[in-house]
């Protein structure tokens, strides 16, 4: 029997929906409007409606509200949807809505680029975009490519309660599917469904490896929807037309976005990419390096713009930006770094990795198994026992300085030769290898690396230690104690001997100007440095530090 809060909470959903469509429907989504007006409802769109009719439902008295709402420019419907439906259940259909000011500076530049005579939304969501287009440009035609029934119902509701519903259309389909008829000048503007390579069906993942190959570009079948979507955009455009996507940056640097600068620089014409900080909240549930993509197709650019803002309010109409060559462009594996200013180190600085060497600590291949718990460990001498960071807030909690290693775990380091220890040692070893054996420990591929499986080998310990992996710029701390480190941090090792001065004025300057700069972030929000990224920081030379 399920168990009866769920039935409720479904219940409530339900109700939920049937109130949203009915508010829908009293704001006009049910109408066709003139001339083919919006078009006819969809299968989904009529069972929703029957549903809410079912119901009795009429929102009558919200309906005014709604309606007012969004006379001022708001949108109560896509806000509506989005308190109904939590981001865990829009995930799997990539429903994050665009806050409106990013709306705006997407629709202004594209009104910098001359009246289109027609507007497509892929993945309209509520119609954010596509109803602002509408207002923006009187004459033209608005056709908004939208999967998920409800939120076509809203849009639908959106366009006619904005008195756009008889220039528009409304298609509940894969915008992959999407076939338009030629038809001018057309602008193409939205937001991207963001979901990861797993949420995508093997079909289409089938369909972007083949499309892509008949343009003469190899595709990754770990794209993410946003990747197929600029390409459905590249074979549905047409020379002259226009086009402005916000997504996450993640295409920037990964290897499956590959396909989507190589798109830029060949068919869908890129003229700028404007990367916005996390801290500007871009896609509200989900603290991400977001980008605005403007692209002119047929264009070859010989160049194209790229600016980062920290803050939605900067984008103004989506001008300005570091002008980067083709050539380029195309030598680049990641665009990120290039999105920044040339960094001019003061007099006297150096790169980290000038003095110094970053590498990541030891991978385990089983952490469960060579952390020592106490008591099932307890038999084995205290010189296999090593005490080691093992998770990155020990060193968040250190501070600046890891004075004590007697509050971390132990790693278990055994010799790769056994015979080294004493017998009765042995003994101990013996009966910890069977049990990792029985675990399947000595399977694993870390292990399988080893030249002796159980030998875990952990680096020599780092005077300076860094986190890698946060929410947060990198924590970096005087490794005081000699601890030693696994793959959850960073170990910072001088190429020469500096002194004790000097490694804790260079841990200093780290500390005092680390930010999220130069690392990758993830949707999600997390940045990553890799050791390389890290090594790249700017810090004063050996003649300045201690
Ligand atoms: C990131 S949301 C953007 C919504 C809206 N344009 C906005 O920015 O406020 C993406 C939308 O694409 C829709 N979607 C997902 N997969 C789709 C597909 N294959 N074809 C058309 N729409 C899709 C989702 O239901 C969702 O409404």
């Given amino acids: 029997m399920r168990p009866e809060v769920s039935e409720s909470c479904e219940s409530v959903t339900a109700d939920g929906e049937a109130e949203l469509v009915a508010l829908a429907l009293g704001l006009g989504a049910g109408a066709r409007g003139g001339a083919g007006g919006l078009g006819a409802l969809s299968a989904g769109e009529l069972a929703l409606v029957r549903m809410a009719r079912a119901r009795g439902l009429t929102a009558r008295a919200q309906v005014a509200a709604a309606q007012a709402a969004i006379d001022a420019g708001e949108d109560p419907l896509g806000e509506a949807f989005c308190r109904l439906r939590s981001p865990v259940q829009r995930r799997p259909s990539g429903a994050t809505y665009t806050p409106l000011p990013i709306v ?22 509520s119609g954010r975009f596509v109803v602002e287009a509408g207002r923006r440009f009187p004459r033209a035609r608005l056709i908004a490519v939208e999967l998920d029934p409800l939120a076509a119902l809203l849009t639908r509701a959106h366009l006619q309660a904005a008195g756009l519903g008889g220039r528009a259309e409304v298609r509940v389909e894969d915008y992959r599917d999407t076939r338009l008829p ?7 503007i939205g937001n991207p469904p963001y979901v990861r390579h797993h949420g995508v069906a093997q079909r289409w993942k089938d369909w972007l490896t083949r499309t892509a190959a008949e343009r003469g570009h190899p595709a990754s079948q770990l794209a993410g929807l946003h990747v197929h979507f600029f390409l459905a955009t590249a074979q549905q455009a047409a020379p002259g037309d226009v086009g402005v996507f916000i997504t996450a940056a993640e295409w920037l640097d990964v290897n499956y976005g590959a396909l989507v600068r190589r798109l830029l620089l060949d068919g869908l014409g890129g003229s700028a990419v404007h990367v916005i900080e996390p801290t500007a909240a871009a896609f509200p549930d989900a603290a991400t390096t977001a980008a605005i993509t403007c692209f002119e197709v047929g264009a070859q650019p010989t160049s194209i713009r790229l600016r980062r803002v920290a803050q939605a309010g900067e984008l103004g109409d989506l001008g300005g930006g570091r002008v980067v060559a083709r050539e380029r462009l195309h030598a680049a594996p990641r665009w990120t770094p290039l999105t920044r200013a040339t960094r001019k180190a003061p007099a006297g600085w150096v790169e980290l990795g000038e003095l110094c060497r970053v590498h990541r600590g030891q991978v385990t291949g089983a952490n469960d198994f060579w952390i020592a718990d106490g008591e099932r ?14 998770r990155a807030r020990e060193l968040y909690a250190a501070g600046r300085a890891l004075r004590d290693a007697a509050a971390l775990k132990r790693i ?7 015979d080294e220890l004493s017998p009765a040692v042995r003994r101990v070893v013996e009966k910890l290898l069977a049990r990792g054996r029985a675990a399947g420990v000595h399977e694993g591929y870390v292990a399988k690396q080893r030249r002796s499986w159980w030998s875990v080998k952990l680096r020599e310990p780092a005077p300076i230690l860094a986190t890698y992996m946060a929410r947060r710029a990198p924590g970096f701390v005087r490794n005081l104690c000699a601890a030693r480190h696994i793959n959850i941090a960073h170990g910072i090792y001088p190429r020469e001997k500096m002194t004790g001065a000097e490694l804790d004025a260079l841990a200093a300057h780290l500390v005092e100007n680390a930010t999220l700069e130069g690392g990758r972030t993830y949707a999600g929000g997390l940045t990553k440095f890799e050791p390389r990224e890290m090594e790249r920081l700017l810090v004063p030379g050996p003649g300045l530090l201690g």
């Fill in 104 to 125: 705006r500076a997407m629709v202004d530049w594209a009104a910098e680029q001359g009246a289109p005579t027609r507007v497509v939304d892929p993945g309209a969501g």
């Fill in 182 to 188: 030629a038809g001018g000048r057309t602008l193409y």
């Fill in 377 to 390: 460990d307890a038999g084995l001498p205290a010189a296999l026992l090593t005490p080691t960071v093992t």
């Fill in 412 to 418: 278990i380091e055994l010799p790769e030769e056994l």
